[in-house]
């Protein structure tokens, strides 16, 4: 077979032959650069999951000094100040309150994720139309919960319209101990 190839190629005109190195070039060309593009997705998996791998063993060699630093946090909470879903609510809607916020609103829609020791609530809060100062307080007032009141996300915009206005989106956590 090599041998007719051979003899196909050694027959046709210089411009043929050419022609035909030239496909070959550019065939081989791209070829090496979908191997490139393939080798090096490859290394680039490889090191993202040998570093995944160290962090995880990492956090596996440290773990009997997680789990003590976790029981010496939770020792320090007091169960009755911890918050279920719907005081955890309450809670928001106080601090609202006390910052002189009316536009507040918490979703229907909280969550609870059981975690070991402990249950974590989460509700996403929305205050719209208010000034900075406002919700500087309510912010403040919420910090005063801590450690058993915490906020996970923070979003602040100006409000469409009046750019003295803005709007806060909240996603407020609470931890909750059995009692």
């Given at each position: 077979m090599i041998a007719a190839l051979r003899v196909y190629f050694l027959t046709r005109r210089l411009r043929e032959k050419l022609l035909l190195?030239?496909?070959?070039?550019?065939?081989?060309l791209w070829w090496l650069s979908a191997f490139g593009g393939r080798a090096g997705a490859f290394w680039r998996?490889?090191?993202?999951?040998?570093t995944d791998l160290a962090e995880q063993r990492l956090w596996l060699e440290r773990r009997d000094v997680i789990q003590k630093s976790v029981q010496a946090a939770a020792a320090q909470l007091d169960p009755a100040k911890t918050l279920d879903r719907a005081r955890l609510l309450d809670a928001i809607n106080q601090a609202a309150?006390?910052?002189?916020?009316?536009?507040?609103?918490?979703?229907?829609?909280?969550?609870?994720?059981?975690?070991?020791?402990?249950?974590?609530?989460?509700?996403?809060?929305?205050?719209?139309?208010?000034?900075f100062v406002t919700l500087q307080q309510f912010y403040l007032n919420l910090q005063k919960r801590a450690p058993y009141v915490g906020i996970e996300r923070f979003g602040l915009v100006a409000s469409r319209g009046n750019d003295s206005k803005l709007a806060l989106s909240l996603r407020v956590t609470a931890v909750e101990l059995p009692r």
């Open positions: 190195l030239a496909f070959l070039l550019i065939g081989l998996d490889q090191r993202r999951a040998g309150h006390d910052a002189n916020i009316r536009t507040g609103t918490g979703s229907s829609a909280a969550t609870s994720e059981p975690s070991g020791q402990f249950t974590v609530h989460s509700v996403e809060y929305q205050v719209t139309g208010s000034d």
